[in-house]
């Protein structure tokens, strides 16, 4: 099972934004180090006291001149918001200088604010982003193309360089609701998964019809599936359960507030608005959160519970947000990075 890790290269009170890089890239060096096998970067926009993810393809190109093995990729590049052109030879140039070790996530965020900055309607983001796929597919075959859309229009281009990987870096893109566990699958797309918005019988039955819809178009293997969730290793219970309880629970009400106020926009989908995401976040104790939404605990308990979404989700791949919340300290999610690689992954190997 592959074991990555989800960097915001956070901002907080106290930490400046040079800090903010220093940490992000000694925690890149320790992933390196000790044989985590990648690190996927956010992109986020106009949020200064959360995180300075907000050129992320510099920062994977900084990632991939500093490392020999570390796989790296985007969680997600969000592309309505760039010129699919740009796009395509950025992250082509980034699979060269890592030589084939990037992989390409996307989505179109739910952070409708910085659509709004942009001046981007975010009604116009899931047909922004399809033409946006198309074009930069057509741009990796190599060859002179045209495109005319509704949002973009090519005359005649070519770019270079054409990406490392033939045919092009891995695609992986965020499911989040039925429809488009679906759409995905059939698709033939790995996708990224998560426990915020659904519960895992909830998700189970997700993935179980992305895999359907998988096998039915025809495509080689089961589909590839990739969960993302908060993860923090302690050397004791109690210390895993106590020390990122500030910060997780910030996390938990950031994310109410995100399902909040994206109900008040245009272009969602009728399912993200109709299943009361924000209120089940907010009810949630504790408890609830250690038993439905996250892995905490120690190196022991966290293999158990890996185990168990393996086989509950039939996961591919582990994307362990390491400082949810981004309060808990340096060195104590080094320390949690290296209960992990040490203890945890060669279980899963």
Same mark, same amino acid.
């Given at each position: 099972m592959f074991f990555g890790a989800f960097m915001e290269f956070g901002n907080r009170v106290g930490v400046t934004e040079s800090q903010a890089f220093q940490e992000g890239f000694r925690m890149v060096d320790a992933a390196e180090e000790q044989g985590l096998d990648g690190v996927w970067l956010a992109e986020?926009?106009?949020?200064?006291?959360?995180?300075?993810?907000?050129?992320?393809?510099?920062?994977?190109?900084?990632?991939?001149?500093?490392?020999?093995?570390?796989?790296?990729?985007?969680?997600?590049?969000?592309?309505?918001?760039?010129?699919?052109?740009?796009i395509a030879e950025e992250v082509a140039t980034v699979d060269h200088i890592s030589e084939g070790r990037f992989e390409f996530g996307i989505g179109r965020s739910g952070f409708a604010r910085s659509y709004d900055v942009f001046s981007i309607p975010y009604e116009?983001?899931?047909?922004?982003?399809?033409?946006?796929?198309?074009?930069?597919?057509?741009?990796?075959?190599?060859?002179?193309?045209?495109?005319?859309?509704?949002?973009? /229009? *090519? =005359?005649?281009?070519?770019? #270079?360089?054409?990406?490392?990987?033939? @045919?092009?870096?891995?695609?992986?893109?965020?499911?989040?609701?039925?429809?488009?566990?679906?759409?995905?699958?059939?698709?033939?797309?790995?996708?990224?998964?998560?426990?915020?918005?659904?519960?895992?019988?909830?998700?189970?039955? /997700? *993935? =179980?019809?992305?895999?359907? #819809?998988?096998?039915?178009?025809?495509? @080689?293997?089961?589909g590839d599936v990739s969960l993302r969730i908060p993860v923090y290793a302690g050397e004791t219970q109690e210390q895993a359960i106590d020390e990122p309880f500030e910060s997780i629970s910030g996390y938990f009400g950031r994310m109410g507030s995100l399902y909040r106020e994206r109900a008040g926009k245009s272009g969602i989908e009728a399912t993200e608005l109709a299943d009361g995401r924000a209120e089940r976040l907010a009810a949630l104790s504790y408890d609830d959160m250690l038993k439905t939404k996250i892995a905490f605990g120690t190196a022991d308990s966290l293999v158990d519970r890996f185990t168990q979404l393996r086989e509950e989700l039939g996961l591919d791949g582990v994307v362990a947000e390491l400082n949810p919340g981004g309060l808990i300290p340096e060195e104590r999610v080094l320390r949690s990075l290296k209960i992990v690689t040490e203890k945890v992954m060669p279980a899963f190997k």
């Open positions: 986020l926009h106009f949020n200064p006291t959360r995180s300075v993810m907000s050129s992320p393809i510099v920062i994977a190109s900084s990632i991939a001149t500093r490392t020999k093995r570390l796989k790296v990729g985007m969680a997600v590049y969000v592309l309505p918001l760039s010129n699919p052109l740009r116009e983001s899931q047909e922004r982003f399809a033409e946006s796929l198309k074009i930069i597919l057509l741009a990796w075959e190599g060859q002179e193309f045209s495109y005319s859309g509704k949002y973009y /229009n *090519v =005359d005649k281009a070519v770019i #270079s360089p054409a990406p490392y990987q033939q @045919p092009h870096p891995p695609l992986r893109i965020a499911a989040n609701s039925p429809d488009t566990f679906i759409r995905l699958g059939e698709a033939g797309h790995p996708i990224f998964v998560g426990l915020r918005g659904m519960d895992i019988p909830e998700l189970r039955e /997700n *993935v =179980d019809q992305y895999r359907k #819809s998988w096998e039915k178009a025809g495509h @080689p293997g089961r």
